[in-house]
Structures are given as structure tokens and as C-alpha cells.
């Protein structure tokens, strides 16, 4: 088996004393992340990016500790929705509907070890799907040229607003914008300066990293400076956890569910524009349609309405590394950070990641796999000591976020103008944010405008100027098809799967 | 209303941006396309989807009272000012003060808030400086 001696291979890379030690930082770091409200997988992933790279890590070293940081956050999340109500990040949203219940029964401790089970479940098998599907894809993916690129990288934006999108027009600007942001600094073709205004900060263009901690981690400071007054941030209730041990006659019964939510969650998060919070709403509500049609007991502490989110959501973003990896394309806010971990590292994702760099590839799958064993350990009996953390009240933990902040930026770029646009960066997020246009695809049209440029005048030159190129391959055109039924279709479904998710939300 | 206006400054926004571009000098290297055609997309783009939320703007979205928006000004006041102090006074200095300060407002009693801010700045410092050994910024007295 070839992909076994890889993965072999990989795990030889990451079971060194160093790898193993920074995937334990990055589980911890990532749990601590995940389990705070407010402080979400992309933007605890965001922060630490300068940091990593300040430190001087190697490619594999901090892809190692980011991604564990990003399963770590997922697993997280779970720990204030079920012990506050408080979902710590989105997908994490579904695991209040039964999480909560479950702990006012005094049943928190079963509510929480069953739902780290169900993660590593959820992750586990998700990672194993990644090593079985990547390749695959990557297949696939070596015979597109620089015309389907181009066509791949518009099917990423048409998606990425993705099924529950409100307004398609707000998501087409924000990718626009991002795109536009790309361009300045000097035009990697043919050197001439864009939109420089002779201004010498601008003559390398805005590094992306400026403009992912401003837009995600500064304008959640923003958000939450603007409501703190109106909600109540002193959490006055202290979870009692109750057991921690266990109760292994539970998650067997929970087995079956688990396994639903896993396949469910995965599909949903290698499918571009869905992501894990739609694979933990998918998860709950087929589980619910399975089990519970009457709805008696969901939403009122069933377990398994527990597990089938947390492995839905746990699958999803196990699932989205897949396009990341094997395509180059990020289908999720999260994974569009990863990509930015790796393109700061200046490793090009896509088909060829797999052939020049197996070591990193293999290295970070089986990092993938011993994170998840850290993260069951760490979140079943050490749970309670998370729960601590909570007691951190936001007004002291939000400041802090925001000077990790600037620490990453400025030791990094060494420049106040750069800190000064990421401030800049944090204002016009939370404006955006108040008029609800999303945020993910800037910072994606930054990630990638480039190299959806370069791409589509290769192909301009390959064709000698003729525009048909983008239409002329029936791969191309299977994509355009896709791209276009990806951007219509939710205006036509999308209000009715909202509704859906906002009933069942209301429906506690 | 809101989107109306936001579509009228993204439409300003596209006009100055494909004027930009086509003040784009050639270099003496040139492709097929040229450096200015696909930024003359992006500028499209922008601008039609301005001209939706003009036509067809959603709802209002809740803006904060005054009050909290004058929150939200002086915390980018402070942040900026943060930034220019940084190569000033030094990380140590720069950082008890600007925590503080956002703390005191999330909150926090004044005398909390100084305590808090001292330290927020020395764990930051011990922690990223003295331990993982990144670069602060360094003031008149080396921290």
C-alpha cells in the first residue's frame, strides 16, 4: 500500500520529540480557544499565525502546531455550549440544544465526555477519509490547466457564501473587494506598480496576515466593546460538572448516531460552501428525523443529541482540509486560514503539495491523527480544568486577545504602519459585520486574487488573447456549471434551510 | 437605508478603483492581457453589486446608540495611538496603558484595569519576549 508507507513516512515526521510536543500546545491552545465564546477556530488559528512564524518554526513544525490548534478549537466549542449555553464557536451552535439541557439535569460531566468521544469519532474517521480522498482529488486535479484554475478559484468564491448565504450580492462584493485588495503592490507578470500611489508601504502589497487578524480577531474586539453593556457578561452561574467518568453503556447506544453524524458532517465538509456548522445542523436534524420524529425527548437532554453535532461538526472540518489540501481552494473561514499558514510558508497547495513537499503533507495527516488521541485524552479527564477557564470574565480575556494581537503583527512586520492597518483592517470588519457583509470571502480574494490572476492570463497567453479558453474544456465547463448552481441555488433554498436552522434553534 | 448608502460609497469606491487602474504604467515586460484587465473585472464587480444594494436594500441593520459608538471610535483612537506609541515608549510602557484603558471600558473598575493592564504587558513580555524570544518593540529604555 502506497499511502500507508506515506503515511509511515508521516508519522516518523511528526512523532518527533518537538512536532509531538508543539501538536500538545496546539490541542491545549486550541481547546482554550474553542471552549471561550467569542474567540472562534479562525481566529485563535489567525493570532497564533505571526506567532508561529516569528518563532522561526519549520514548515511542518507550524503547520503541526496550527492545525492542532484548529481540531483542538473544534473539539472545544463544545464546552461552553453545554456548561453555559453559550455555543464557543459556530458550529458548536447545535450542541446547546441538548448539551444544556443535559447539564441542568446535572448529568454535564456525562454530556461532556460523551461529546468528546463523539469528536474524536467524528475527527477520526474524517481524517481517514482525508487520506483516502485527497489523493484522489489531487488525481483530478493535475489534469486542470490554468484555465480551469481560474474557473476553480470562481467556483470557490460562488460557493464560499454558501448555503445559508442571506444576500449573494454582499458575498460577491466582499470577494471582490478582497480580489481588489490583492492587487495592490507590484504586479507579479510584469512588475509594473497598481495602486501604489508611490506610497513604499504599499510596493509589496498588504500582507494577508495584516488583514486576517484585523478583519477577524480586532473587529470581534469591536463586536463585543459594542455590546457589552447591553448583555450580561458576568457569568454569575457556575457549571457544576458532576461525574466526569464516562458512561461507557451510553456512548455505546450513541454509536450508531455517531456514525451517522460522521459520514454526514465529512460530505458537508469537503463540499465547497458548506462547511461544519451546516455538517453539525445536518448531523442534529436527520439524527432528530431517525430517532425522535415525534420530538419528545430531543432538545430536552437526549444524548444523543449530544453526539450527532459534535461528530457532525468534529467530520466537517476534518472533511474541509480535503479541496484545501488537494485543490488549494479553502471551502471555509478556518480552512482559509490554514491556507494562509501555508502560503506565508511559501508552500503552494494544491496537486503538486503532494508530490514535492509528501514530507509536509504526510507529516500533517499523521499529526491529524496523534492530535486527535491527545485531544480525546485531554478532554475527558482533563475537562474540568477547561471549564475553569470560563470562569475568565471577557472583559479581562477580550483586551488580551487584542494586545496577542498586535504582538503577532509587529513582531512580524516591525512597522506601525502595518499595526496601524491592521487597526484599520479591525474597523472596516466590524462595519462589514453590522452590515451583515460576510467576512471569509476578503480575506479568501486576498489569499488568492493573485494567483487567480496569474492563472487566468497564463491561460490569456496559452489562447493568445482569445477568451473562449475559459469555456473551451468540458472540464472547465462542468465547473462553470457548478460555480453558477453554486451561487443561485441558495438564493432560491437558502431562506427556507435558515429557517429551518433558526426554528430548531427557537424550538428549545 | 443603511445599504443605500453603502452601495453609493462601494460605487464610489469602483469608480476610483477602475480609475486606478487605468492609471496602471506598462513596464517594459507585457503579457497578452496586461496589467489592468483584471482589475478592471474586480472594479466591475464591485460596482454592479453596489448598484443591487442601492436598488435593493435589505433591512436595517441595528446600529449601536451613540454611546456605544463613540465606545467603538475612541477604543480605534487608543489602538492607533497604541501603535504609534509602541516604537516611542516601548512595549512594556505602550501596552499596560492601551490594555488598561480597554479594559477600564469593558468594565473594570479604573484601579483593576491599571492592574490588570500591568499585568497583561509583563506576562505578554515575559511569555513572547524573554521566553519564546520574539521581537517587541523596543523604547528609550529597551523594553
Given at each position: 500500500m502506497d499511502i500507508l508507507s506515506l503515511l509511515g513516512n508521516g508519522f516518523a515526521v511528526a512523532l518527533t520529540p518537538e512536532n509531538l510536543f508543539l501538536a500538545l500546545m496546539g490541542c491545549f491552545l486550541g481547546t482554550l480557544m474553542g471552549a471561550l465564546?467569542?474567540?472562534g477556530p479562525a481566529n485563535g488559528v489567525a493570532i497564533l499565525i505571526p506567532i508561529a512564524f516569528s518563532l522561526g518554526l519549520g514548515p511542518t513544525s507550524s503547520l503541526i502546531l496550527l492545525t492542532s490548534v484548529y481540531y483542538g478549537a473544534m473539539y472545544g466549542g463544545r464546552i461552553s455550549s453545554i456548561l453555559l449555553n453559550i455555543p464557543g464557536d459556530e458550529p458548536a451552535m447545535m450542541t446547546c440544544l441538548d448539551g444544556y439541557p443535559m447539564a441542568t439535569q446535572g448529568k454535564a460531566g456525562e454530556a461532556l465526555s460523551l461529546s468528546g468521544f463523539a469528536s474524536f469519532i467524528g475527527a477520526f474517521f474524517a481524517t481517514c477519509g482525508l487520506v483516502l480522498l485527497a489523493p484522489q482529488l489531487v488525481k483530478i486535479a493535475l489534469l486542470f490547466g490554468p484555465a480551469e484554475y481560474f474557473v476553480l478559484f470562481t467556483v470557490a468564491f460562488a460557493t464560499l457564501g454558501g448555503i445559508t448565504a442571506t444576500n449573494q450580492a454582499k458575498s460577491a462584493f466582499a470577494a471582490a473587494l478582497g480580489l481588489g485588495i490583492a492587487m495592490i503592490g507590484s504586479d507579479s507578470q510584469t512588475g509594473s506598480q497598481r495602486f501604489t500611489f508611490d506610497h513604499i508601504h504599499l510596493y509589496d502589497g498588504i500582507d494577508f496576515l495584516i488583514a486576517i487578524v484585523g478583519l477577524f480577531a480586532l473587529s470581534e474586539v469591536f463586536i463585543f466593546l459594542e455590546n457589552h453593556k447591553s448583555k450580561n457578561t458576568n457569568q454569575t452561574i457556575t457549571p457544576k460538572v458532576g461525574r466526569?467518568?464516562?458512561?461507557f453503556k451510553m456512548i455505546g447506544r450513541c454509536i450508531p448516531t455517531m456514525a451517522r453524524g460522521t459520514g454526514l458532517g465529512f460530505f458537508a465538509g469537503v463540499l465547497p460552501g458548506a462547511g461544519a456548522s451546516l455538517g453539525s445542523f445536518l448531523a442534529y436534524s436527520l439524527e432528530k428525523q431517525t430517532v425522535d420524529r415525534e420530538g419528545k425527548t430531543f432538545g430536552k437532554g437526549d444524548p444523543r443529541g449530544v453526539a450527532a453535532p459534535e461528530a457532525g461538526n468534529n467530520a466537517a472540518s476534518g472533511g474541509a482540509l480535503v479541496p484545501m489540501l488537494a485543490l488549494g481552494v479553502p471551502g471555509s473561514g478556518t480552512t482559509a486560514v490554514l491556507l494562509a499558514v501555508l502560503l506565508q510558508l511559501n508552500i503552494t497547495p494544491g496537486p503538486l503539495l503532494f508530490t514535492k513537499n509528501p514530507d509536509v503533507v504526510w507529516g500533517l495527516i499523521a499529526a491529524l491523527f496523534i492530535s486527535n488521541f491527545i485531544l480525546l485524552a485531554m478532554n475527558i479527564p482533563l475537562v474540568g480544568l477547561f471549564t475553569r477557564v470560563l470562569m475568565v470574565p471577557t472583559r479581562i480575556l477580550m483586551p488580551v486577545v487584542a494586545m496577542i494581537s498586535f504582538v503577532g503583527i509587529y513582531s512580524i512586520t516591525g512597522s506601525t504602519f502595518d499595526v496601524m492597518l491592521m487597526v484599520g483592517f479591525g474597523v472596516a470588519g466590524w462595519v462589514l459585520r453590522k452590515l451583515d457583509v460576510p467576512l471569509v470571502p476578503v480575506i479568501l480574494g486576498i489569499l488568492l486574487g493573485n494567483q487567480m490572476e496569474v492563472n487566468m492570463r497564463r491561460a490569456m497567453t496559452i489562447s493568445d488573447g482569445d477568451w473562449s479558453v475559459f469555456f473551451s474544456s468540458p472540464l472547465a465547463i462542468i465547473l462553470w456549471v457548478i460555480a453558477i448552481a453554486g451561487f443561485v441555488l441558495p438564493m432560491i433554498y437558502g431562506r427556507r434551510i435558515r429557517e429551518g436552522m433558526k426554528n430548531t434553534d427557537a424550538g428549545v | 437605508m443603511s445599504d443605500r448608502i453603502f452601495g453609493g460609497f462601494g460605487l464610489l469606491l469602483a469608480i476610483f478603483y477602475i480609475w486606478a487602474a487605468s492609471i496602471i504604467k506598462d513596464s517594459f515586460m507585457v503579457d497578452v492581457v496586461g496589467p489592468r484587465a483584471f482589475p478592471y473585472i474586480v472594479g466591475a464587480v464591485l460596482a454592479i453589486c453596489s448598484i443591487y444594494f442601492i436598488v435593493r436594500p435589505d433591512d436595517e441593520p441595528e446600529w449601536p446608540a451613540f454611546r456605544s459608538f463613540s465606545e467603538i471610535v475612541f477604543a480605534t483612537a487608543v489602538m492607533l495611538l497604541y501603535a504609534w506609541a509602541l516604537p516611542e515608549l516601548g512595549f512594556l510602557i505602550s501596552t499596560v496603558f492601551a490594555t488598561a484603558y480597554l479594559t477600564w471600558r469593558l468594565g473594570t473598575e479604573p484601579l483593576w484595569a491599571l492592574l490588570t493592564g500591568l499585568l497583561t504587558s509583563v506576562g505578554i513580555y515575559t511569555v513572547f519576549h524573554l521566553i519564546l524570544g520574539l521581537s517587541l518593540a523596543k523604547g528609550p529604555f529597551g523594553f
Open positions: 465564546p467569542g474567540l466526569i467518568l464516562p458512561d | -
